[in-house]
Every structure is written in C-alpha cells, then in structure tokens.
C-alpha cells in the first residue's frame, strides 16, 4: 500500500522538486519532477489527496496507537492488544493470595501529608518490630567462569560491566547451592532479555534434559533466548503475569516431572510474592497431594478461592519418588519493596504476629524507598529525575529505585525531621522487615532461606539475594 509523505511510515525526505508520495512497495518517495507549487505529480495527486482526508482514531484496545477509521473493524480482527485465548496454565489469580478487603482502608494519605507525631509512631513500629533481626547480611559476592570472557571484554560499557557482574554472581550462587546440574527446569521469573536464564545454560554447557521456562508478562525486545540451538536445552517463553500462572499445567512439567529451580534477576516488587507462591502453593502443593483424585469439574470464571485451590492440584502425577522435591531451589535478587502489596504479600502472617497490618505495611512499603531514593546528595538532583528516570526505562533490566523517583512519599519533605543517612537506615530497615516475612513464609512451607548480599552496592543499590533449598537438602545459612 502506498501512503502520502505525512504518513507515520514514511521514512526521509523526497528530492527536491520531486514526487512527495512514498511508494511502499519500493520504500522510497515517487521520482517524478512536479509542477512548480506543486507537492506530488499528476499520477499520485488524486490518491494522496483522498489518502490525507482519511481520519485516523486510537485503537480502543491500545490507545497507544491509531488507526484508519474505515478500517477500525479489519484492525480490531487483528490487533496485538486483542484478548487472545488462554492457554492452559492460565488461571486466574491462581497465585494472588486471599483478598481481604476488612484489612485495607480505602484511602491512605501520602507520608508526605503524616504529622510528626504519626511519622515517629510509624518509626517506632518499625524499630520495634526490627528488633533483633540481623541487619547486616553476609557478603556472597561470586563470579563464574561461564563469564570470565564477557566481563573481560574491552568493548562493554559501563551499564553491560554492571549486568554482567550481577549476572555472574547469582550464577556462582547457584553454583554454590548444587542448583546446576542436568534433569531439572529452570523457571526465569521477570525474565526480561532472558539473560540469566542464557549463562545458566552457558554454565551447564553439554547436560541433558534441561529445560528453561522464561516467564515475562511483556513483549520483550532484543530477546536472546532464541538465539540457543543446544540439543539438550529447549528454552520456552511465556507471556503471561506470574499471578495469573499454574505451573502444573505445563506440559514439560506436568509430563517430565522435571524438579524445579526459581530463578530471578531483580524481581520487582509483589513479583516475588507471587513467585513464591506460584512455586511453593500451587506447583509443589500438587505434588503433595498427588494420591488424590483431581475433581473433574472445571473451574468456571466465577470461581471461588477453594476452587482456584482445587484446580492448582489437579494434574497429578502418580508414581513420584517419596523424596522427590518439585521445587529444587530458589535464587531471586530482590527489588523495589515500595511496589510490594499487601494482598499478595506472603508474610503477612509474620506481620500480624507483630502486632502490625495493612496499614503499616503500606507506608513501610513506601519508606523502602528511602533506602535507594534517598542516596540523592542535594535537592539540585531532582531536576535531573527526567534524565535519570529516562535512563532507567532505558535499561529495564535494572531497578535500583523501581525505575522511578520516588517524590511523593515525603523523600524530601521532612526539613528537619529525618536527615538523608537517618532515611537511608529506615528505609533499609523497611526492606529487611518486608523480606524477613518472606523468610518465615519459606520456613513454614518446608524450605532453608537466606539472605545475603550477592553485589556491591557501587554495582547495584538493590544487592539482596534471597536463596532457598528444601530442608532434607544441604542448606545455606539462615538468617535470624
């Protein structure tokens, strides 16, 4: 089809005194000299005129982009944004936890709008509550050969050297926890590029029977995982969220009883929620059960919480080894705590134990952000938060401030009240509690956690790792 030069698709500039219609099908503008005041010559003047009167309109579906009005129906048969079938291991909020609306009050003012009085209650929950837990963490800062070569190459920039270097270090983690090694799945959760899920399979080099499920709930550009052609990996994408994700339902996974390992690099958020419990609730909890007999009713979309239960069991698979574990072991690097919620939080258990809820976790959630917003030297900086947080959305794959600065949560509106180092140690203390109601989830589900720092922070200000391996394995360290 050819469009006029106005068109969105045309590309460049015609010569001058030239034809301004671009001919698509050659992909250059018509080469006929035109009439003095003249924009396109005889033969494509009556097309590009009707062409221009054309109105185009946003697509309902995706305002993002528009479309020809007389087109609006053929478009809508096949726009991306169209909802397409779901596939099998799709179930809805199958792994979003219990929603409790009693707990959660319909609004909730800024920590910026607190009065001292209420911010200094809210510190001194958090204090109190934090007492005893291990604020600093062990250094398991490690390398892998599979990366010596990348990180050594004189053409990485700055931001590759930091990926790299990440990468490098959950993999000698994994490593270290027996994880590598062939017959086993591993399941890439917010697996962006697929890039982690690439030096695993770089590390394994020849092991057989090793399959990769990289799970992201967006299209995704510059993917590596179909550059692979190993014999032994298959390497399968998912555009699905997490929350929505039964894993049982898969076939290599229903079929293979291939153990698990859940992968992660800078999980955001309530991401890590709902990985854990896609793992542990709904993947291994149909292994737990798998003497049952699955109901054969289907669930419907009005089910109930017991019915997404029911279904997350269904599958099961007989003749399973008595010690077999479904989920081999866990490695996640965590961040961005002020995008967690509290319906989908796993430790809300522990909270409760503490005498907190909803509430403090919502503004414990925010305050985490001080830990990395409130690096910011002077208040001069926050003129640059459209270039910094351009920078971020340039390189999705990291998330030292969530991608974004946080500036409406009072980072910068306590004159006098808290010093930046004094934000700075709350908002970490933020972070540990948070994560310390993951630990007690996976104690209380049958596993051995830990966290440690897995970078320095120079690489990485969001340099927490979160391991865990079931306890008839050899096990990390706990923290307390």
């Known amino acids: 089809m050819a469009t006029s030069a106005s068109s969105p698709h045309a590309t460049g500039f015609p010569?001058?005194?030239r034809c301004g219609y671009y001919v698509?099908?050659?992909k250059?503008?018509?080469r006929m000299v035109v009439a003095a005041g003249k924009r396109f010559c005889g033969e494509h003047a009556g097309a590009a005129e009707e062409e221009d009167a054309r109105k185009r309109i946003l697509c309902p579906l995706d305002p993002k982009h528009t479309v020809y009005e007389d087109q609006l129906a053929k478009h809508l048969k096949k726009c991306n944004s169209r909802e397409k079938p779901k596939p099998d291991f799709y179930i809805q909020d199958i792994n979003a936890g219990l929603k409790d609306e009693t707990e959660i009050p319909e609004q909730l003012v800024p920590i910026s709008s607190l009065s001292e009085e209420q911010l200094e209650k809210l510190i001194k929950k958090l204090?109190?509550?934090s007492e005893g837990l291990n604020s600093t963490l062990k250094d398991h800062i490690m390398s892998h050969p599979a990366l010596h070569d990348a990180l050594n190459d004189p053409k990485n920039g700055d931001s590759a050297t930091k990926h790299l270097k990440q990468q490098a270090s959950i993999l000698g983690n994994i490593e270290k926890l027996k994880l590598l090694g062939p017959r086993r799945c591993f399941v890439e959760f917010g697996a962006?590029?697929?890039k982690l899920s690439h030096w695993v399979d770089i590390a394994l080099k020849d092991a057989e029977?090793?399959?990769?499920?990289?799970v992201e709930k967006v299209t995704t550009r510059f993917k590596v995982d179909g550059k692979h052609r190993k014999k032994n990996s298959v390497f399968e994408r998912l555009q699905i969220d997490i929350q929505h994700l039964c894993l049982n339902k898969i076939p290599v996974l229903r079929e293979g009883k291939l153990p698990v390992v859940g992968i992660g690099k800078h999980l955001c958020g309530m991401a890590t929620d709902l990985a854990l419990r896609c793992l542990i609730?709904?993947?291994?909890?149909?292994f737990e059960e798998r003497n049952e007999e699955p109901l054969a009713k289907r669930i419907k979309n009005d089910k109930t919480e017991k019915e997404i239960y029911t279904l997350a069991k269904e599958g099961n698979e007989k003749n399973v080894p008595e010690k077999?574990?479904?989920v081999a072991g866990i490695v996640i690097a965590l961040c961005c705590h002020h995008r967690c919620d509290w319906r989908h939080y796993v430790g809300k258990e522990y909270f409760r134990a503490l005498g907190l809820g909803a509430v403090e976790f919502h503004y414990f959630q925010r305050m985490s952000s001080w830990a990395t917003c409130g690096m910011r030297k002077t208040s001069l900086e926050t003129s640059n938060s459209t270039t910094k947080r351009q920078d971020n959305q340039n390189d999705s794959e990291e998330h030292d401030d969530g991608g974004y600065r946080i500036t409406d949560d009072g980072a910068d509106s306590l004159p006098g009240l808290l010093s930046v180092e004094e934000k700075k140690k709350i908002g970490h203390l933020c972070k540990l509690l948070i994560d310390q109601g993951r630990i007690q989830y996976l104690q209380q589900k049958g596993f051995s956690p830990a966290l440690q720092y897995y970078t320095d922070p120079l690489v990485s200000l969001e340099n927490v790792l979160l391991t865990a391996l079931p306890n008839h394995s050899s096990s990390p360290e706990t923290t307390a």
Do not use: D, M, Q
């Open 24 to 26: 698509e099908k050659k």
């Open 192 to 194: 962006g590029k697929g």
């Open 15 to 17: 010569a001058e005194g």
């Open 127 to 129: 204090r109190k509550a």
């Open 324 to 326: 077999w574990n479904p």
């Open 281 to 286: 609730e709904t993947y291994a909890a149909s």
């Open 28 to 30: 250059r503008f018509c």
């Open 209 to 214: 029977k090793v399959h990769f499920i990289l």
